[in-house]
Structure formats: structure tokens, C-alpha cells
């Protein structure tokens, strides 16, 4: 496709994918134009700062096995704005801790001989008489460890993350997450030395991390896009990509002034949520694209961040939280991340909800979802309600696409459009491609583009190296969705459930 000359190159988002392409587009000396409608870049992998405290949206692990991310990391930011962090968590479940991975003299201590013979007689009894539907995700999971270990270690924390039953959930998923996964394999990790684990990537026992949080490495990359001529405009949203003959040929966007501006552009990398870029469009798509747009969801999520001694804080990254008594389900322990996230003497814990927006915990004030946060700590036992000192919140809307059972063919729908009618018109990151990538992987499909920007062909869409990030490699990628998540019921689109 040949470019306008002159004409600079629009992003729409400044995320990971959206600096990325911003940034790889500079170095080639293109004109280029970033629209960023919050007040602070990077998206979900941003650093958010209250008061001097730091908050990471979510903890993300700088560690990858594609490399040109790897070099891209640290072509950004000096290695000496990395930490090397050891890796920590432990997961919740009945007043117990549980190592994460599984270590099996600690698993049979919180367990019990007891309730670990009546697991292992519970998962016999699974391989004499499986359930017989395993179409859904509970009874392949049942099938595989017995109903004792799947309510302790699989039922509660995916019903949290997801907000839907795993019965109603396919086994589809599974066969992809939870690959050639079985008790006697889970066995055998538990039993194996740590040094012997490090070529499976969800075991490794250390990561990288900028030292003031993911938000660290963006801020970084906005000013070396400026620095090169590029534009980083912020507070200013895409209203509209108007089409012309069969090509995007401009943007309009309302900046922090309130006054709609035309830029006329040569190409759009966009990081919209696809479903709000269907309706940008300019005449708008035709009902069927339309509706496919309005046919895609998402799952949300929030963090409570609450203030503590240091001294009543715990040494994990994170804990998942496998009880139903309380609603969180992940706590984040920033300090343990790096303690230039918190103050001396001081730690802080971020408790993440994942919620639809339409929930009551996303409908909450800040004060009743910081005494939630507190009275959780405390049913816990991780922490006194009383020893809180402060608390602050983080909402972010759309940040897990939704997969449910039309989601590929509403996305199908979609692209199909837009290589016809606005063919420069590029897909990149998580929302972007209603993907649910990790932050390299995101990262990768903007470096693709920007090479396809200039002579090559690269199928972003197969960007996916999922094999290499829970199991050991064996064979290609076949391709998918990236990080994988499962595909779920339908949300209804009059009521939200």
C-alpha cells in the first residue's frame, strides 16, 4: 500500500502498543501523531501515583521469551532502572497458604493426612467414574484431579476472575490452559527441585521490574517520541477516523479545550476498544459491523490500595485469594515489588475486584470500597482493619476482553470491513484486536505492524507464544488468542448478565 507522502501516521492510545509503534515509527524517521485521552500514558501498565505512593495496575513481570521486546525493554530504559526482583506468591484457601507453584510438604502440611487421603480417594474415584459431559469446564476439570482438589484450587478464584460459573464455562478452554495438566503431573512438580523448573516460564523464581513501576518504562518512551519530532497529545480523545474512497484520511479529536480538530493522516494504528472504534467510524459501517461491535464485552477490574506498617505486610508479590467469604481476588503487595513503590516504614496492598461496570462493588464510593479492602484484610487474617492508615482506588473499565461464544465471529465480522472499506486502518495491543495479550505480546503485534508499514508482511494476528509461558516448549505456535482465557456465556446486552 503506498503511503501519502507528508502525511504523519495517527495512534490512537498511548499503552504499551501504542508507544511501541509510536516509538519504532520515530526511529525510521516517520511523522507520527499519538491521541491519549487519560492524563497518563501507558494504559493498563501504567504507574499510578497518589500522594507518593505508586500503584501497578494489575503487577506486571518484565519477562519475556520474545526477544526483540526483551532488547526493545531495555533500549528504553538504562538496565540500571531495573530491579531484579524475587518472584513470591502463594495462594488462599481455607485459612491456609498455599506455595504457588505447589510444593508438596507444604501443601500436605496445610492440608492434613486426612483431607489429603480423602483428595487423593476423591480423585480415584474421578478416574473410575468421571463425570460423563466433560464439554464444560468443572467436570474436565473433576475428571483430571477428583471434586476435593478442584473446589480447593480451581472453582473460587475463576469464578472471581471471570463472574460467571466454571460449569457454564467450555472445556475448550481447559484443554488449551490447563494443558496435558493431571494430578500426577502437578505431583511430580510439586516434587521437583526449583532449579530443575526454570525452563517453564510461569515457575521462574526472579523477574525485572522498573524500579518505579511499570508506568516508568512508558513515561520513558513518551519523552524519547517527543524528543525524535513525534507528538504525544494528551487528554485528547478520537472521535471520529473518517473515511474516503476506501482509505482512513483523517482524524477528528477533542482535545482538553473542548474543540474538535481534523488531522489529516496517512495511516491509524489503534488501541481504541474495538467497539468504540466501529462506532468512530466516519460514514459509520453498515448495521451487521455495527452490531458486531456492539456484540463485544468486557470483563473490569479495580484495585483498593490500602496503607500499612511495613511490619504487617507479607514478602509475596501477590496472593491469589481461593475464598468465598470475601470478594477480592488478588492482593498486590507493592513494596514487595520495589520499595521505591512505597515509604519507609510503610507498605501498601492492593486489593483487586474484577467486576463488570454494571456491578455493585464498581458502583461503590472510594470510602465504602477502602472499608471493604480493610474488613476483608482482616477476615483474612492477613491484617487488623485497624492498622489501615489510608486508602486509595483505581478504576479501569475494559481491562480483559471479554470472550464469549460469538466473540471471533463479531471480531471476523469486523476486520473483514476494515481491510475492505479503511485498509490503513491497523489493529494493535489487547483492546485494539480484542486480544487477551500479555504486555510483550501486545508490544510485538505494534513492532510487526510497523515493519508491515514498511514493505513487510508479517500476520499479526498469529502473534501468540502462549506455549512458552506455561509449559516447555515442544513444536510451533498454533496460533489463538494470545494469553488464554476462556470463552464464556454471552453478556446480555439489555440486563449485563
Given at each position: 500500500?503506498?503511503?501519502?507522502?507528508?502525511l504523519?501516521?495517527?495512534?490512537?492510545g498511548?499503552?504499551?502498543?501504542?508507544?511501541?509503534?509510536?516509538?519504532?515509527?520515530?526511529?525510521?524517521?516517520?511523522?507520527?501523531?499519538?491521541?491519549?485521552?487519560?492524563?497518563?500514558?501507558?494504559?493498563?501498565?501504567?504507574?499510578?501515583?497518589?500522594?507518593?505512593?505508586?500503584?501497578?495496575?494489575?503487577?506486571?513481570?518484565?519477562?519475556?521469551?520474545?526477544?526483540?521486546?526483551?532488547?526493545?525493554?531495555?533500549?528504553?530504559?538504562?538496565?540500571?532502572?531495573?530491579?531484579?526482583?524475587?518472584?513470591?506468591?502463594r495462594?488462599?484457601?481455607d485459612?491456609?497458604?498455599?506455595?504457588?507453584?505447589?510444593?508438596?510438604?507444604?501443601?500436605?502440611?496445610?492440608?492434613?493426612?486426612?483431607?489429603?487421603i480423602?483428595?487423593?480417594?476423591?480423585?480415584?474415584?474421578?478416574?473410575?467414574?468421571?463425570?460423563?459431559?466433560?464439554?464444560?469446564?468443572?467436570?474436565?476439570?473433576?475428571?483430571?484431579?477428583?471434586?476435593?482438589?478442584?473446589?480447593?484450587?480451581?472453582?473460587?478464584?475463576?469464578?472471581?476472575?471471570w463472574g460467571?460459573?466454571?460449569?457454564?464455562?467450555?472445556?475448550?478452554?481447559?484443554?488449551?490452559?490447563?494443558?496435558?495438566?493431571?494430578?500426577?503431573?502437578?505431583?511430580?512438580?510439586?516434587?521437583?527441585?526449583?532449579?530443575?523448573?526454570?525452563?517453564?516460564?510461569?515457575?521462574?523464581?526472579?523477574?525485572?521490574?522498573?524500579?518505579?513501576?511499570?508506568?516508568?518504562?512508558?513515561?520513558?518512551?513518551?519523552?524519547?517520541?517527543?524528543?525524535?519530532?513525534g507528538?504525544v497529545?494528551?487528554?485528547?480523545?478520537?472521535?471520529?477516523?473518517?473515511?474516503?474512497?476506501?482509505?482512513?484520511?483523517?482524524?477528528?479529536?477533542?482535545?482538553?479545550?473542548?474543540?474538535?480538530?481534523?488531522?489529516?493522516?496517512?495511516?491509524v494504528?489503534?488501541?481504541?476498544?474495538?467497539?468504540?472504534?466501529?462506532?468512530?467510524f466516519?460514514?459509520?459501517?453498515p448495521?451487521?459491523?455495527?452490531?458486531a461491535?456492539?456484540?463485544?464485552?468486557?470483563?473490569?477490574f479495580?484495585?483498593?490500595?490500602?496503607?500499612?506498617?511495613?511490619?504487617?505486610?507479607?514478602?509475596?508479590?501477590?496472593?491469589?485469594?481461593?475464598?468465598?467469604e470475601?470478594?477480592?481476588?488478588?492482593?498486590?503487595?507493592?513494596?514487595?515489588?520495589?520499595?521505591?513503590?512505597?515509604?519507609?516504614?510503610r507498605?501498601?496492598?492492593?486489593?483487586?475486584?474484577?467486576?463488570?461496570?454494571?456491578?455493585h462493588?464498581?458502583?461503590?464510593?472510594?470510602e465504602?470500597?477502602?472499608?471493604?479492602?480493610?474488613?476483608?484484610?482482616?477476615?483474612?487474617?492477613?491484617?487488623?482493619?485497624?492498622?489501615?492508615?489510608?486508602?486509595?482506588v483505581?478504576?479501569?473499565?475494559?481491562?480483559?476482553?471479554?470472550?464469549?461464544?460469538?466473540?471471533?465471529?463479531?471480531?471476523?465480522?469486523?476486520?473483514?470491513?476494515?481491510?475492505?472499506?479503511?485498509?490503513?486502518?491497523?489493529?494493535?495491543?489487547r483492546?485494539?484486536?480484542?486480544?487477551?495479550n500479555?504486555?510483550?505480546?501486545?508490544?510485538?503485534?505494534?513492532?510487526?505492524?510497523v515493519?508491515?508499514?514498511?514493505?513487510?508482511?508479517?500476520?499479526?494476528?498469529?502473534?501468540?507464544?502462549?506455549?512458552?509461558?506455561?509449559?516447555?516448549?515442544?513444536g510451533?505456535?498454533?496460533?489463538g488468542?494470545?494469553?488464554?482465557?476462556?470463552?464464556?456465556?454471552?453478556?446480555?446486552?439489555?440486563?449485563?448478565?
Amino acid at each position: 500500500m503506498d503511503r501519502p507522502q507528508g502525511l504523519p501516521i495517527a495512534i490512537i492510545g498511548a499503552g504499551p502498543a501504542g508507544l511501541t509503534a509510536a516509538y519504532e515509527l520515530v526511529k525510521r524517521g516517520d511523522k507520527v501523531i499519538v491521541f491519549e485521552a487519560d492524563k497518563v500514558v501507558g494504559g493498563i501498565s501504567r504507574t499510578v501515583e497518589r500522594d507518593g505512593w505508586r500503584f501497578d495496575i494489575g503487577g506486571h513481570r518484565f519477562f519475556t521469551k520474545v526477544q526483540p521486546v526483551e532488547d526493545l525493554w531495555h533500549e528504553i530504559l538504562p538496565d540500571e532502572d531495573f530491579l531484579l526482583r524475587p518472584r513470591m506468591s502463594r495462594i488462599f484457601y481455607d485459612g491456609k497458604y498455599y506455595d504457588y507453584p505447589l510444593k508438596a510438604s507444604n501443601a500436605l502440611r496445610n492440608m492434613g493426612i486426612l483431607e489429603a487421603i480423602r483428595s487423593v480417594l476423591s480423585y480415584a474415584w474421578a478416574q473410575i467414574r468421571p463425570p460423563k459431559d466433560q464439554s464444560n469446564y468443572e467436570n474436565w476439570l473433576v475428571a483430571r484431579f477428583g471434586w476435593r482438589l478442584y473446589r480447593r484450587f480451581f472453582k473460587t478464584y475463576t469464578e472471581k476472575v471471570w463472574g460467571v460459573p466454571v460449569k457454564d464455562m467450555p472445556a475448550d478452554w481447559a484443554a488449551q490452559r490447563v494443558k496435558g495438566l493431571s494430578l500426577g503431573n502437578a505431583i511430580i512438580n510439586a516434587l521437583t527441585p526449583k532449579r530443575k523448573q526454570t525452563d517453564i516460564t510461569s515457575l521462574i523464581e526472579e523477574f525485572q521490574y522498573p524500579k518505579y513501576g511499570p508506568g516508568m518504562m512508558w513515561e520513558r518512551c513518551q519523552q524519547l517520541v517527543e524528543a525524535a519530532g513525534g507528538t504525544v497529545a494528551m487528554r485528547t480523545r478520537v472521535v471520529a477516523i473518517n473515511v474516503t474512497e476506501g482509505m482512513a484520511t483523517s482524524v477528528t479529536v477533542v482535545g482538553p479545550d473542548g474543540q474538535e480538530v481534523d488531522h489529516e493522516v496517512a495511516h491509524v494504528i489503534s488501541t481504541m476498544p474495538m467497539n468504540h472504534l466501529v462506532r468512530a467510524f466516519a460514514p459509520a459501517p453498515p448495521p451487521p459491523v455495527l452490531a458486531a461491535g456492539d456484540d463485544l464485552h468486557y470483563r473490569d477490574f479495580l484495585t483498593v490500595a490500602l496503607v500499612i506498617p511495613e511490619d504487617k505486610g507479607f514478602p509475596d508479590n501477590w496472593i491469589y485469594i481461593h475464598a468465598s467469604e470475601v470478594e477480592v481476588g488478588r492482593i498486590q503487595n507493592f513494596g514487595s515489588w520495589s520499595p521505591f513503590m512505597v515509604k519507609d516504614g510503610r507498605t501498601c496492598l492492593g486489593l483487586e475486584y474484577f467486576v463488570f461496570e454494571d456491578d455493585h462493588i464498581w458502583s461503590m464510593s472510594d470510602e465504602e470500597l477502602i472499608a471493604l479492602g480493610s474488613k476483608e484484610l482482616e477476615t483474612l487474617g492477613l491484617v487488623r482493619a485497624e492498622d489501615v492508615e489510608m486508602g486509595y482506588v483505581m478504576r479501569i473499565p475494559k481491562a480483559y476482553p471479554y470472550y464469549d461464544f460469538e466473540y471471533k465471529d463479531n471480531v471476523a465480522t469486523i476486520c473483514a470491513w476494515i481491510d475492505a472499506e479503511a485498509p490503513n486502518v491497523h489493529l494493535v495491543g489487547r483492546n485494539g484486536m480484542h486480544k487477551y495479550n500479555n504486555q510483550d505480546h501486545s508490544m510485538y503485534t505494534a513492532m510487526l505492524t510497523v515493519e508491515n508499514l514498511h514493505g513487510a508482511n508479517h500476520d499479526i494476528w498469529a502473534v501468540n507464544v502462549e506455549e512458552e509461558y506455561h509449559e516447555t516448549a515442544s513444536g510451533p505456535s498454533t496460533g489463538g488468542t494470545g494469553r488464554d482465557a476462556p470463552i464464556l456465556p454471552r453478556r446480555d446486552s439489555t440486563t449485563g448478565h
